[in-house]
């Protein structure tokens, strides 16, 4: 059965913008937003909240149009949590049949499983200071290819250890070795770690991983939208 045209499929957004990647391997690189509206979880330190109601309904048409009008061909797909919207995948995979580079922003609580596999996936495992660490996806691991990167935000040193044993019980430390996952992401939550402190962690642990700062949020204010 033939699907229904694009002007026809629709998704709640939050908001499009085009803006400077502040995080993962892309980072510093311009690149165009698609924040999508919804999400499953409630981070105790999520800085997207606004992102959890609202939006306003558009077609895929109308949001392919105006990535397309920026003329930058570095997506995000975000939220929010993009993968609880059908839609975004076939959004993915529109993007991609248009040429564009496609990061997939996702909470690894939902199954990344359907994502053409052309996308780079960036998933962010939870840890326990997160409040949802019990709503971590452990199969999606084995979705995970050399595109891809896994990313633990921590709010203090135990969420910092949960993370290593992960890393290493986990084995992405052997596929970082392999060749078989891109990037291995440690981030502190804003202005609740010293990033000295998780630095000399990384260091005395010689644990194979980015440390990576919220670089827009450098550059603008903390708390601005759209950037």
């Known amino acids: 059965m033939p699907r229904p ?30 924040r999508l509206t919804g999400c499953p979880l409630r981070c105790v330190w999520c800085d997207t909240e606004y992102s959890f109601f609202g939006g306003e309904r ?9 990535v397309q009008e920026m ?58 200071g997160s409040g949802e660490v019990e709503k971590n996806l452990w199969s999606n691991l084995r979705h995970l290819t050399a595109r891809d990167e896994v990313k633990f935000v921590v709010k203090d040193r135990v969420d910092y250890e949960w993370a290593r044993t992960v890393i290493r019980e986990r084995g992405l430390d052997e596929r970082l070795q392999t060749g078989s996952l891109r990037a291995i992401l440690v981030s502190p939550v804003w202005e609740e770690v ?22 827009h949020k450098l550059i603008w204010d903390p708390n601005a939208r759209g950037v």
């Open 5 to 34: 045209p694009l002007a026809e499929r629709y998704l709640r957004v939050t908001e499009i913008f085009h803006s400077i990647q502040g995080e993962s391997t892309w980072a510093g690189l311009p690149c165009n937003f698609v």
């Open 71 to 128: 003329e930058t061909g570095l997506v995000e797909v975000t939220g929010g949590e993009p993968l609880i919207h059908p839609n975004a995948f076939v959004l993915v995979e529109e993007l991609l049949e248009r040429g564009f580079t496609v990061l997939v922003e996702t909470s690894g609580a939902v199954d990344v499983g359907p994502l053409n596999p052309r996308a780079h996936k960036i998933m962010d495992l939870k840890c326990p």
């Open 58 to 66: 558009l077609s895929l048409e109308d949001i392919l149009r105006q």
């Open 194 to 215: 010293e990033l000295k402190d998780l630095a000399s962690w990384i260091l005395e642990d010689a644990l194979p991983v980015r440390l990576q700062v919220q670089l």
